[in-house]
């Protein structure tokens, strides 16, 4: 592989969990680090792209020659990346969105009672299947963490979202999914399946990284 065979490829990257204000002090989250994401935009921006990374808040350091636009809420991320979309060759969604929100964000803190409490909950917009009804010529890459038929959850997203690859993760299997430093994955597409062995995210990024750019020169 060439050193830069990503040159002159903008590419997009969401990484992270999104947080879901409840009150000034709460939020409901998830168990996302930013590592995935992360992984995969310093190695495409290693490969010469110009990438965006927006990424929801994370305890990892910025990697370095990459654009970072900073969100929180799975609204925001929906914002930031429908502004960047028009002018982007790759988007690669490994970010863990809400798919709902509190419906009512308190100014003051919520205050406990004797009873119990009920939230209750929005939708939240679906960043990816928005991102399919306007593809173009970009490659959208999508992820999918399944806790039960992975492959065909998987798949079933693939073409439900007008999406070109999607990266299946396992995460009910060892050593891979949220938080590890190694993950394990099979890449998706709609005439082929890659089971990848676990594999350091850095390693799985470049593997990603090495279709989507098959994608690019129309292989
Ligand atoms: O961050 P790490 O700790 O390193 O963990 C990595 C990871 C497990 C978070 C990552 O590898 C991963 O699998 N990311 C996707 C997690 C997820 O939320 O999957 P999903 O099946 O719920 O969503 C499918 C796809 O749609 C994802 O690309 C997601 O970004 C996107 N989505 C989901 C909901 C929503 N409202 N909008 C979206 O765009």
Redesign the pocket.
Known sequence: RLEEDLADKKILV????TQEPLDPVRYIG?????????KIASEAAKRGAEVTLVTAP?SLDAPQNVEIIKVQT?QE??QAVMKEEDSQDVII???????YRPEVRESNKIKKSDSNLTLKLER????????GKVKGDKVL??????SEKLKA?AKE?LIK?NIDL??A?D?TAKDA????DT?Q?IIISEDEEVELPNLS?REVATRLLDKVNQYLKGE
């Not at 998830?30 to 992360?38: A, D, F, H, L």
């Not at 939240?124 to 991102?131: G, K, S, T, V």
């Not at 890459?141 to 399944?146: H, I, N, Q, S, T």
């Open positions: 969401t990484a992270g969990g998830n168990y996302s680090t930013g590592k995935m994401g992360y994370t799975a991320m929906y969604k490994a970010a863990a969105v809400a798919d939240n917009p679906d960043i990816l299947a928005e991102l890459v999508g992820f999918a963490a399944e959850n997203k979202k999607i990266v993760n995460i999914g949220f938080a590890s993950n994955v995210k």
